[in-house]
């Protein structure tokens, strides 16, 4: 626990944060820039990184189907979720866990004060133009 502490309190989760932004940032300048030249594939061997287009396949699915084989073999209950708002007064009510444990889970979040700042970001957005 000491050593969490130590990360939080030490300013290296609030460098993580802002290098997971400009990691984001140049990563859209790099495919930007690629789109240009229209290159599919550059390396640059001085920083051992290479930007390469991939085919992604995206199929089209029967969803009703999907669902009806999944509830056949009593998966759909496993493979689904559900977002509460989501469904009207008396599905929640029909859903309505009876006696489950719940298992919580610890989710960490940015507070405001280790935010990136918007104006650090359009910074170094600037700085890459």
Same mark, same amino acid.
């Given at each position: 626990?000491?050593? $969490?502490?130590?990360?939080?309190?030490? &300013?290296?989760?609030?460098?993580? @944060?802002?290098?997971?932004?400009? $990691?984001?940032? @140049?990563?859209?300048?790099?495919? *930007?820039? *690629?789109?240009?030249?229209?290159?599919?594939?550059? %390396?640059?061997?001085?920083?051992?990184?290479? &930007?390469?287009?991939?085919?992604?396949?995206?199929?089209?699915? /029967?969803?009703?189907? +999907?669902?009806?084989? +999944? =509830?056949?073999?009593?998966?759909?209950?496993?493979?689904?979720? +559900?977002?509460? /708002? =989501?469904?009207?007064?008396? %599905? *929640?009510?029909?859903?309505?866990?009876? /006696?489950?444990? *719940?298992?919580?889970? @610890?989710?960490?979040?940015?507070?405001?004060?280790?935010?990136?700042?918007?104006? =650090?970001?359009?910074? $170094?957005?600037?700085? +890459?133009?």
């Amino acid at each position: 626990m000491s050593s $969490l502490m130590f990360f939080l309190t030490s &300013g290296k989760y609030k460098r993580l @944060l802002t290098l997971e932004k400009h $990691l984001e940032i @140049l990563k859209i300048r790099i495919r *930007q820039y *690629q789109e240009m030249v229209g290159e599919p594939r550059i %390396e640059w061997f001085e920083h051992s990184v290479v &930007g390469k287009f991939i085919n992604f396949s995206k199929y089209e699915h /029967n969803e009703f189907g +999907l669902k009806e084989f +999944l =509830d056949e073999r009593g998966l759909l209950p496993v493979t689904t979720s +559900l977002r509460r /708002n =989501d469904l009207t007064s008396e %599905e *929640q009510l029909i859903l309505e866990p009876r /006696n489950a444990p *719940q298992r919580l889970v @610890l989710k960490f979040v940015p507070n405001l004060y280790y935010r990136v700042a918007k104006e =650090d970001l359009e910074e $170094l957005e600037r700085g +890459l133009s």
